[in-house]
């Protein structure tokens, strides 16, 4: 017993040390381990009196007692006792904090390329000055049309005499007013023609919409004169065939594509056509011309291949642009 203060100072001692050592561990975190986990458990504070009494309770060292017996050298160690440590309830348990690692975010491009905006016919011609046609453009949009399909020679043949061309419209006329000045002696022409299938002056337009306006806009210059809607909007071809042998007609206003049917029919005669005029100039609600549209300029063409071109070679035709 003389060694009792000696071992408690001791067992004091060596409690003290492993508490700062594992105080140590448990602010780093690792607890001696290698490869400290990402998520890390925030450390709940304990009283430093109350780790020190169950550290020393844990390491306790006890000394040699001498038996009162003269032979007895036996030592008895103490058993360790061991105090349970009291688990924090789920009141008390503080959220866990988790560091996650986030993958790199790819850099992208910010800057977006803007994709140009096809232009259109529309917004060409809505730019443009109106010009009035001119024969040449009607030579060039024949020859730009024939020059895939024919040979040299057979595209010098197309090209028509200046002499068989009419005045063009200067954007200044009516249709009554450009008529009236193309044709002087109109009343005086219109008497003798007393042929059936046929007229003597043609109106070519782009829609029957149009080719009314026309034939409202022409009752100045027309007079007495007969005239036939020659479209296909609510007339059959077999109708029209009808009213060009039951009477004699002086005007004709419609599309290409009606008159070319009735010509292949053999319902209209193109000899004794003596005006061919192409409403060249309007423009419709898209700002086309009547060439400017693929469909109409087609039948155009193959409407001059049928007899016209070779009429206004012979100068019996005249062709103008109003």
Same mark, same amino acid.
């Given at each position: 017993?003389?060694?009792?203060?000696? +071992?408690k100072? +001791?067992?004091?001692?060596?409690?003290?040390?492993?508490?700062?050592?594992?105080?140590?561990?448990?602010?780093?975190?690792?607890?001696?381990?290698?490869?400290?986990?990402?998520? @890390?458990?925030?450390?709940?504070?304990?009283?430093?009196?109350?780790?020190?009494?169950?550290q020393?309770?844990?390491?306790?060292?006890?000394?040699?007692?001498?038996?009162?017996?003269?032979g007895?050298?036996?030592?008895?160690?103490?058993?360790?006792?061991?105090?349970?440590?009291?688990?924090?309830?789920?009141?008390?348990?503080?959220?866990?904090e988790?560091?996650?690692?986030?993958?790199?975010?790819? @850099?992208?491009?910010?800057?977006?390329?803007r @994709?140009?905006?096809?232009?259109?016919?529309?917004?060409?011609?809505?730019?443009?000055?109106?010009?009035?046609g001119?024969?040449?453009?009607?030579q060039?949009?024949?020859?730009?049309?024939?020059?895939s399909?024919?040979?040299?020679?057979?595209?010098?043949? +197309?090209?028509?005499?200046?002499?068989?061309?009419l005045?063009?419209?200067?954007?200044?006329?009516?249709?009554?007013?450009?008529?009236k000045?193309?044709c002087?002696?109109?009343?005086?022409?219109?008497?003798?023609?007393?042929?059936?299938?046929?007229?003597?002056m043609?109106?070519?337009?782009?829609?029957?919409?149009?080719?009314?306006?026309?034939?409202?806009?022409?009752t100045?210059?027309?007079?007495?004169?007969?005239v036939?809607?020659?479209?296909?909007?609510?007339i059959?071809?077999?109708?029209?065939?009808? +009213?060009?042998? @039951?009477?004699?007609?002086?005007?004709?206003?419609?599309?290409?594509?009606?008159?070319?049917?009735?010509?292949?029919?053999?319902?209209?005669?193109?000899?004794? &056509?003596?005006?061919?005029?192409?409403?060249?100039n309007?423009?419709?609600?898209?700002?086309?011309?009547m060439?400017?549209?693929?469909e109409?300029?087609?039948?155009?063409?193959?409407?001059?291949?049928?007899?016209v071109?070779?009429?206004?070679?012979?100068?019996? &035709?005249?062709?103008?642009?109003?």
């Amino acid at each position: 017993m003389r060694n009792e203060p000696a +071992l408690k100072t +001791l067992n004091s001692s060596v409690a003290f040390i492993f508490l700062v050592r594992r105080m140590q561990l448990w602010e780093t975190g690792s607890h001696g381990q290698k490869g400290a986990p990402i998520c @890390k458990v925030k450390p709940q504070p304990r009283d430093p009196c109350h780790l020190l009494h169950v550290q020393a309770s844990r390491f306790c060292i006890c000394a040699p007692e001498a038996s009162d017996g003269e032979g007895g050298g036996d030592t008895e160690v103490m058993q360790q006792e061991t105090v349970p440590v009291p688990v924090p309830s789920e009141e008390t348990k503080q959220p866990k904090e988790c560091f996650l690692i986030q993958p790199k975010e790819r @850099k992208e491009n910010t800057t977006k390329t803007r @994709k140009r905006r096809k232009k259109k016919i529309t917004d060409v011609l809505a730019k443009s000055e109106p010009k009035p046609g001119l024969p040449e453009d009607l030579q060039k949009l024949m020859k730009d049309y024939y020059s895939s399909r024919r040979s040299v020679i057979e595209l010098e043949e +197309l090209n028509l005499p200046d002499s068989c061309f009419l005045k063009a419209n200067d954007l200044t006329h009516s249709l009554s007013s450009y008529l009236k000045e193309i044709c002087p002696k109109w009343v005086k022409l219109r008497k003798n023609h007393s042929e059936k299938k046929s007229v003597l002056m043609l109106i070519i337009c782009s829609s029957a919409i149009r080719a009314l306006e026309l034939i409202r806009s022409m009752t100045a210059f027309r007079g007495d004169s007969k005239v036939i809607k020659l479209f296909a909007k609510h007339i059959k071809v077999q109708e029209q065939v009808k +009213l060009l042998e @039951k009477r004699v007609v002086h005007l004709g206003v419609g599309t290409p594509g009606r008159i070319k049917e009735l010509v292949k029919q053999g319902g209209f005669n193109l000899i004794p &056509l003596k005006f061919l005029v192409f409403d060249w100039n309007w423009r419709d609600q898209k700002l086309r011309r009547m060439m400017d549209i693929p469909e109409i300029r087609k039948e155009v063409f193959e409407l001059l291949e049928m007899g016209v071109l070779s009429l206004c070679k012979s100068e019996s &035709l005249k062709l103008g642009l109003f």
